[in-house]
């Protein structure tokens, strides 16, 4: 876009966040060369090349965003069961509260609710 601070003109290559094949660890690839599966340290040490400073610096940086990942992702919800379902439909059934529009729109939710949690 003209005027935007020397950029018209250049080359910017687009990376996204993906995980390497190797050794699984988040990696900066080259969106524009999707074929690229590795990170630069395990292409290299596949190609039998000695490792540089900046290539161990990338590994130690990349434990350290997959450990901050893994430490940052939110805890699995507990599953419902069908009963467990079922009994809120028993309790908030628009019979027991006045036929209230609140229990009935939270019975209907529960109903759908229900619908897809199978059995479990
Ligand atoms: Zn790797």
Redesign the pocket.
């Known amino acids: 876009m003209p005027g935007d601070a020397g950029w018209t003109g250049r080359s910017v290559i687009n990376y996204t966040l993906e995980i390497?094949?190797?050794?699984?660890?988040p990696?900066a690839a080259d969106s524009t060369k999707p074929w690229l599966r590795?990170?630069t340290?395990?292409?290299k040490l596949g190609k039998g090349y000695v490792l540089g400073k900046a290539d161990r610096d990338q590994?130690f940086l990349?434990r350290q965003l997959d450990d901050m990942a893994r430490r940052c992702a939110p805890a699995p919800a507990p599953a419902l069961s069908r009963d467990v379902v079922t009994t809120l439909i028993t309790l908030c059934h628009p019979d027991k509260h006045q036929n209230s529009a609140v229990a009935t729109r939270a019975t209907a939710m529960l109903l759908d609710l229900r619908s897809v949690v199978n059995g479990r």
């Open positions: 390497c094949a190797q050794c699984r660890l990696f590795k990170c340290p395990c292409w590994q990349a």
